[in-house]
């Protein structure tokens, strides 16, 4: 081989490499935070793990933003653990990646409670970050949760929760004590409740079971836009009213003294009417039915 076309041989080597460098390069550019993204199409995540020894605390602070979160009671009354996973969907896996290392979990341990939020940038210029949570608590703990946009999930809790959520689906059952709710837009589902219900609606359903409203108790259930379905014991003793702007009014299966009734409110006695079950839609039905 002559010396001429080694050197051409070397050289188109070397314009190979230059070339499969340069388009790597091309397909996945180093991040730029003032970009905006394109896609989802590629993802980066991690898991996380925490375990806390119970010192004094009573209940969970959660402020989450996206994602989904699942607190059920757990089988260890001194101990909280709390896991799940972190993740960011980008345009490409190097912005992906470089973007997880911005979303946090922080857990915090006050004298009281423990509390837990999401840490991620205000500006997401279109990436997705993205948390899901499984936590673990004893069963009579206080619960206050914040979730931005996902499903939540709050399940065996014997003490009062408090739940505030903009856009998603809001499952709650099992709940033994106050249950305070506020959805801006999804649907809200309750059911084997027990105690005293404060729920708010703008946009969705409300479908809620009461197992047993206390004694001068109330059950307070209102929607703007969406219908109103609720399954309470014919045992149940309070004063009713049920009104609609836009709708109908459905009373099945239970005994309303001194009923009124107009096409757009329904108003009675239930039991001897110690609590107090009011409920209200502008735009929507309301059902309620009578169990035993």
Known sequence: MNS???FWKISLLAMLLLALLTASCVIDPD???DDDVRNHNYRASEEFDFSIDINGQT???LDATNGTVEILAGADNNRVQIWGERRVESDSYSDAEYYLSKLAVDVTQYAGEIAVKTIQPDNTRGRNFLVFYHIRIPQNWRVRADQQ???LLIEGIS???DVTQNNGEATLRWIDNDLNASLDNGNIFISHHSGNADVSLINGNIDAALDLLPAGGACKLNSVNGQILLAIPRSTSAEFSAAVTNGTIAV???NLRNA????TRTTGILGTGDG???LKTINGNIVVNGVN
Request: aromatic share 0%.
């Open 260 to 263: 009124q009734t107009t096409p």
């Open 252 to 254: 099945n299966n239970l």
């Open 159 to 161: 003490g009062p929760v």
């Open 4 to 6: 001429t076309s080694s």
């Open 149 to 151: 946009n996902g499903e």
């Open 31 to 33: 991040p730029d935070p």
């Open 59 to 61: 209940r969970l602070d």
């Open 276 to 278: 107090d079950v009011e």
